[in-house]
């Protein structure tokens, strides 16, 4: 078996193929070419601890493996990322465990790249501004995946605390020169001028509201996984041209999709996965001014499939610690 701690996975791949690869995931998910099964979260000593386990199949892939994943939101207080998760792949013929990986960045890498594929079939093609809304862990994957699918000019960026938010354009600035960055102390302003948006926070009352929405932007859900985390304001769901989702039976457990079924807002009938909106060449937008919607909550799927690529690679360049068990 083969272990690749986390510098090493990072080396291994780009968001380039992440996005590449999460495409091709989410037509296979679709059209019913892998097994996946619906997440266990389990609430641990609190609401807000959580320990995910997912497992999933990808047969043309040779993909099998398990992502365990916990959530302690207050770890970023302590400079501890508030998602880990570890990596679990093993032999499609015989069962074996074949290797087990950093799964904390493949998490946050596959959860920008599937951002990069909505944004690439849902945003306006001339869209250039985004709005970032929550600058944790999973944000600086957002902002990679959305600039490899849009030529971005300028970000706005939003956190409930400035120091954070300012640290993150201090960051990204560096890596992104030729992008402009703006500090905005609310969610309406940072809104007010995206074309794009990007949610990535653990928010129980909407942060994005469709009245603050500039005309023909693309939102993009990312930070909801149960139904206690709400990011986005009901009438977006309303309004929204495209109302698409990852997996519409993972989705359908997040406040984000709840609130709005529960309220009668919308119907699961409404939900369109994105592999489908690909697979079938559905047009998102009658109008220019339309507003599109995707909410990922993830598959497990995509994680293998990420996986498997970096064990190729990683076997391919001599990389990693092999080990019995």
Known sequence: MIILDQKQVKELITMEQAIEIN????????TGKST???????????????????PGFVEDLEGLGVKLVTSFPENVEKGIPAIQAVIMLFDTTNGNPIALM??????????????????????RGNASTLAVIGTGGMAPAQLEATSCVRDLTKVYVYNRTVSKAEAF?????????????????????ALADADIVVTSTAANK??????????GAHVNAIGGFNRYIQEIDENVLANASAKTVDGISAASVTGDIVVPIEQNVISSTDLV?????????????NHEDDITYFKSVGLSSQDVAVAVKILQLAQEKGVGQNVSL
């Open 23 to 30: 495409e091709d995931v989410y037509v296979s998910f679709s």
């Open 36 to 54: 996946v099964p619906l997440r266990t979260n389990m609430e641990l000593d609190s609401p807000d601890h959580f320990f995910l386990t997912m």
């Open 102 to 123: 950093d799964g904390t960045f493949i998490t946050a890498l596959r959860t920008g790249a599937v951002t990069g594929v909505a944004t690439k079939y849902l945003a």
């Open 169 to 189: 354009i201090g960051d990204m600035s560096k890596q992104y020169p030729d992008i402009e960055f703006e500090l905005k102390l609310t969610p309406q302003e």
């Open 206 to 215: 909407p942060l994005v509201k469709y009245k603050w929405l500039k005309k």
């Open 273 to 285: 996965e994105i592999g489908t909106l690909i697979d079938q060449k559905r047009k998102a937008r």
